[in-house]
């Protein structure tokens, strides 16, 4: 799982994207649009990996540390499918990952 990837998935209105890199430690998760009204979307925050096998990997975006008064997110799930592609959920939503 380690390494740069573009993750992608389907918002409450409109298909959403998100820089996210790997790295032994953890990691950084940047969605790639921004709101005025929350200065929280669209911030550079650092990975938490909370579990890691061979073909899952379990992290929490920690907005929190990145802003204060920004809330950590749900765990996400990244799985490593037979094909060796990887998929994610982000809560129930898909999402599909591409390596940069």
């Known amino acids: ?13 409109r298909p959403q994207a998100a820089d996210l890199e790997i790295t032994a430690s953890g990691g950084e998760w940047k969605t790639l649009a921004s709101s005025r009204s929350d200065p929280c979307h669209g911030l550079a925050a650092p990975v938490e990996i909370t579990s890691a096998t061979a073909d899952k990997l379990e992290f ?28 994610g959920l982000r809560g129930a939503t898909p999402m599909t990952l591409t390596r940069k």
Request: with cysteine.
């Open 1 to 13: 799982f380690i390494g740069k990837w573009k993750v992608e998935w389907q918002g409450e209105r």
């Open 60 to 87: 929490i975006i920690k907005s929190s540390t990145a802003l204060q008064g920004c809330k950590d997110s749900h765990t996400l799930a990244l799985v490593r499918e037979a094909d060796g592609k990887v998929s």
